[in-house]
């Protein structure tokens, strides 16, 4: 951490700065330097996408450095955190190296993937990060979007919701859009009053066809009985429909191209002006959250709902087969 007169700026590298599928690791890097933080490296895979990644960050201002190692990395460029970008089936690896190094991580949602028990592996390193009280949070921005729907629908604040439905538009088919998307719905639910502390039961698909672009997964809270209903539609490219609607309120989000501004609009009525409800990108929310939480340099440990958040999507996705 590099420390100028009252500015303390924490230095965080980036596994996976270019999008070869739906990666995000070049606009964590701006949301990274936007907050504050400064991003002298990044790991690739190969020296030629390395390359290819420094220039990815060129064109938002950033001159980082690319590494095929996080040794090599850090041997050269010190950092106190790292952002976890790559395929879900490499967290697990690139979460205990970061540990092993003392660094915080922000990790992509789901938190790890891939191996035998997830869920049992995910909770394992939690652990870790927890004995050594490091700072471990995972990129989960849907969370961030309920201001702006009680803004849209005051009515829905501060109460226990009885039904909650979300929309989303993976890009794959099958399973896959189950373990690319449940992390959403569920960080917002474990956010909402009631969540689902107690697990819950009644689960069941639309549909178990493996290559299915449609698929409704259904659920209650065991406790309160709260109902839920994710509906995934397979979207091959952008823009990718999302909405969500607690109590039968819906709202739709909306994301204006090329700039990306995003709104959310009352899924029920006609649209007019004031109808929609600006917010900021939820990633760089989280992202400077993390950072925030970077600059305290106090005891940090593990956010709590990762497990729970982790063994949902386990289950669900063991469930669907
Ligand atoms: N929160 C959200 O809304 C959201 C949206 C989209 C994606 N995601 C998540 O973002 C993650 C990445 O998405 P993706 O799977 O589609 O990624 P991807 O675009 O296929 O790849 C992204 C980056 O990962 C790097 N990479 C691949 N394998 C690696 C390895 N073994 N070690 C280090 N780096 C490696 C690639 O490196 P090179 O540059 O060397 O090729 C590339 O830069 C997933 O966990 C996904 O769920 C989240």
Do not use: N
């Amino acid at each position: 951490m590099r420390d100028g007169p009252g500015v303390t700026a924490p230095r965080v590298a980036v596994v996976g700065v270019r999008r070869v599928r739906q990666g995000l690791g070049e606009h964590f890097a701006r949301w990274l330097v936007a907050a504050g933080a400064e991003v002298p490296a990044f790991v690739a895979r190969t020296p030629e996408s390395a390359d290819e990644g420094r220039r990815v960050l060129a064109r938002h201002g950033i001159d980082a450095r690319g590494f095929t190692s996080l040794d090599a990395l850090l041997a050269a460029e010190p950092v106190d955190a790292l952002v976890i970008a790559s395929p879900a089936e490499t967290h697990a690896v690139w979460l205990r190296t970061a540990c092993a190094a003392g660094l915080g991580v922000l990790c992509e949602k789901p938190f790890v993937w891939g191996g035998a028990d997830p869920a049992r592996e995910g909770a394992a390193i939690v652990e870790e990060f927890s004995a050594r009280r490091l700072l471990l949070r995972e990129h989960c921005q849907w969370p961030r979007v309920l201001s702006a729907f009680f803004a849209l629908h005051p009515q829905a604040a501060g109460r226990a919701p009885s039904a909650f439905e979300m929309e989303l538009a993976p890009s794959g088919r099958g399973r896959s859009m189950i373990v690319d998307s449940l992390s959403h719905p569920v960080s917002v639910l474990q956010a909402l009053p009631g969540g689902l502390g107690g697990g819950i039961s009644g689960l069941s698909f639309s549909t178990r066809d493996p290559d299915a672009a449609a698929i409704d997964v259904s659920f209650r809270a065991r406790e309160g009985g709260l109902a839920v209903v994710v509906r995934l539609r397979s979207v091959p490219g952008q823009p990718r429909p999302a909405a969500m609607a607690i109590d039968g309120l819906r709202a739709d989000r909306e994301v204006e191209l090329p700039s990306y501004r995003m709104s959310l609009r009352d899924g029920a009525r006609t649209v007019r002006l004031g109808d929609h409800v600006p917010f900021g990108d939820p990633m760089g929310a989280e992202v400077a959250a993390f950072v925030a939480a970077l600059r305290t340099r106090g005891p940090a440990g593990a956010d709590p709902g990762i497990v729970p958040r982790l063994r949902l999507l386990a289950e669900i996705a063991a469930a669907f087969g």
